[in-house]
């Protein structure tokens, strides 16, 4: 997949695929759902009917995060998966090209009219396909309506996708994230069309977990909160295997912990790890974090956890 990073690069794209036809869609795509899978997958075969490429411009981050950000007294909404994932999860779709259109301040400015004559126009459009509820520009004032006349002008199709709904509810980032906070992996699988995973690299921790007999390899976590808490059992992959393991999500306070992290023990496991990609598969919420009265507490309890996390992985 070809990336194209941001409104500035767009020069350089033309010029290397200057006749490229192309079929697209646009959204930010937290997570990749049923939902989105369904609006790429017509965006692909309009691209194969029509010999045409296909194309996803997405933004980042999300404007309602980047709003709570912006006011500062608003907690921004949990990320069901961060830039990286989002950009490997299009790729494995099959998708020949993406925009990523940073939303900041001039983008979240920017009327439709200019949103459509400074990034749409500048781009071979054959097919545009949105969802039903896409709005655009600034205060949201883009429609359906604004589109299909520019479509009519431009010789493009633009195409409102009827919305996916499952179990007579509409298919939502929103509600994704809502399954996930109650920890109904279940409902998140179905709705996401695959199991909810975080990848992340492996970095050094603190060493308390070895230093107790219980090493956890601690994985990076984006600045954007994830909608996860507490601690889980798991199964992981790192190079292609699978393991059963315990995982906490949350500051560890018992150790004086102040920043999140997400720290991995996995069963029967003793190798070296740092500086690779694990992914975690959270299957079942064992407990909420909390602060212990000292390492020995904690230590008893992670065990406790270990042992009820077996059973329920076997």
């Known amino acids: 997949m070809y990336l194209i990073r941001g409104i500035g690069n767009l020069s ?64 921004p909404p949990p990320r ?21 259109l940073q939303f900041n301040r001039s983008l979240k400015t920017m009327t439709p009219e200019l949103f459509l ?17 896409f709005r655009f520009g600034a205060k ?7 589109l299909n006349e520019w479509g009519a002008a431009n010789d493009t199709e633009v195409i409102a996708h009827s919305t996916v709904s499952f179990q007579d509810e509409r298919i939502s980032s929103t509600r994704i ?20 995973t975080f990848s992340g690299k492996v970095v050094f921790g603190q060493q308390i977990g070895r230093s107790i007999g219980i090493p956890t390899a601690n994985l990076w976590i984006p600045k954007q909160r994830l909608p996860i808490a507490g601690v889980y059992a ?7 295997k699978t ?12 150790v004086g912990g102040t920043k999140p992290v997400l720290e991995v023990h996995i069963f029967d496991f003793n190798e070296m790890v740092y500086g690779k990609r694990l992914t975690v598969e959270f299957k079942n919420k064992l407990r909420d974090e909390k602060k212990f009265d000292n ?20």
């Not at 017509?42 to 029509?50: L, R, T």
């Not at 999860?89 to 990523?100: K, M, Q, V």
């Not at 906070?181 to 279940?186: A, T, W």
């Not at 059963?244 to 949350?250: E, F, L, P, R, T």
């Open 12 to 75: 350089s794209f033309k010029s290397k695929f200057s006749n490229q036809v192309m079929s697209g869609t646009i959204g930010n795509f937290d997570g990749l759902h049923a939902g989105h899978q369904a609006i790429l997958n017509q965006v692909k075969d309009k691209a194969q009917e029509s010999g045409s490429s296909s194309l996803v411009f997405f933004t980042e981050p999300h404007a309602s995060e980047y709003f709570a950000l912006e006011q500062a007294s608003t907690e």
């Open 80 to 100: 069901i998966c961060p830039w990286r994932e989002k950009v490997k999860l299009l790729t494995n779709f099959g998708i020949d090209f993406a925009f990523f």
């Open 117 to 133: 004559e400074q990034v749409l126009s500048q781009v071979n459009l054959k097919h545009l396909i949105i969802g039903d509820d």
């Open 140 to 146: 949201r004032a883009g429609d359906f309506e604004l």
């Open 177 to 196: 994230r809502a399954a996930l906070l109650e920890s109904d992996f279940i409902l998140a699988e179905q709705l996401l069309g695959r199991p909810y």
């Open 234 to 240: 798991v199964t992981c992959s790192i190079e292609g």
């Open 243 to 254: 393991h059963k393991g315990i995982a906490n999500m949350g500051i560890r306070p018992t």
């Open 295 to 314: 390492i020995a507490v904690l230590k008893e309890q992670i065990l406790t956890d270990i042992s009820k996390a077996k059973k329920i992985l076997e």
